[in-house]
């Protein structure tokens, strides 16, 4: 059973992606996304699976993101996952990015 503990212990962070290419290896077509979090954390890298919403990487570069840093590390096709990126799953397999209001400064916590 999820405690209320376990959801405070989750570090949420506003972010920027400074740089979105395809990972080739990776089963269901994904990105590998560099993303800004602020002079606090500084630079993540994630791996995401955006492709059916987002066809063109380059739309995703700027873009501020919503993303949770404090999980483990992951091995995502030979790609270490750092941050998990969080967005909103339709049933057609796209993923809406949730987004800051305009103005929010990088490596603002989420509460």
Same mark, same amino acid.
């Not at 405070?8 to 290419?21: F, K, Q, V």
């Given at each position: ?6 959801f ?14 395809p ?17 606090? +954390? #500084?630079?993540?890298? @994630?791996?995401? *699976? ?5 066809p063109? $990487?380059?739309?995703?570069? %700027? ?22 990126? +969080? #967005?909103?799953?339709? @049933?057609?397999? *796209?993923v ?5 209001? $305009?103005?929010?400064?990088? %490596?603002?916590?989420?509460?």
């Open positions: 059973m999820i405690e209320l503990d376990d405070t212990r989750i570090d949420m962070r506003i972010g920027r992606i400074l740089e979105a290419r990972l080739p290896a990776a089963r269901k077509p994904s990105y590998q996304l560099r993303i800004d979090f602020g002079a606090e +954390l #500084g630079e993540r890298v @994630s791996s995401a *699976q955006l492709t059916v919403t987002y063109d $990487p380059a739309t995703l570069v %700027g873009r501020q993101i919503v993303a949770v840093v404090n999980f483990p590390p992951r091995r995502v096709a030979g790609f270490m996952s750092d941050v998990l990126v +969080l #967005g909103a799953v339709g @049933s057609n397999g *796209q809406h990015l949730l987004q800051p209001e $305009p103005g929010c400064d990088e %490596g603002l916590r989420i509460g």
